[in-house]
């Protein structure tokens, strides 16, 4: 079977790229993905189970972010979600989400704290570069969109910041 993160990147391509469809067999495993209305479905299988059934599959996390309660973000229930003074923090890349500078670290970043336009508040590793990403705002985080760990996509939102 392969590894997460050959199966990652097997999902960066494909998203990439101009096939609607991709399917992978090897030593009795079985990979289909396809894309739908801009995110890639994967779907991991034994190869002599009967094919998927015709229902969409769940969209990877890399696809769709999950809500910050299942993805062990921090969410504050005070802030509504189309606050006109939240702004968005997206990832300016595709990469890998980490809220620390190391594993053992604090995070640059909780609910609550207060950010300045040149405050770092995540790193998105891309092609093993380790890039810092600013806050680009004056204000609080009232909610961490993404898991640490998690596979982000362009434009994905990161953090939602109340601005002053």
Do not use: W
Not at 26 to 35: L, P, Q
Not at 82 to 90: A, N, R, S, T
Not at 112 to 134: P, Q, R, Y
């Amino acid at each position: 079977m392969l590894k997460i993160q050959e199966i990652r990147e097997l999902i960066k391509l494909i998203d990439g790229s101009s096939i609607d469809e991709f399917e992978y067999e090897f030593d009795g495993s079985k990979i289909v993905m396809k894309k739908n209305a801009g995110a890639t479905a994967v779907v991991a299988q034994p190869a002599a189970a009967p094919a998927p059934s015709p229902a969409p599959a769940p969209a990877p996390a890399s696809a769709q972010p999950l809500p910050a309660s299942d993805a062990g973000g921090e969410k504050s229930e005070a802030a509504p979600a189309e606050d006109e003074k939240l702004h968005k923090i997206v990832s300016p890349m595709v990469g890998t989400f980490y809220r620390a500078p190391s594993p053992d670290a604090e995070p640059f970043v909780k609910v609550g704290s207060k950010v300045d336009k040149d405050t770092v508040v995540c790193i998105v590793e891309a092609m093993k570069l380790f890039n810092e990403i600013e806050a680009d705002v004056k204000g609080e985080i009232v909610e961490v969109l993404a898991e640490n760990g998690q596979l982000v996509e362009y434009g994905q939102p990161l953090f939602l910041v109340k601005t002053e």
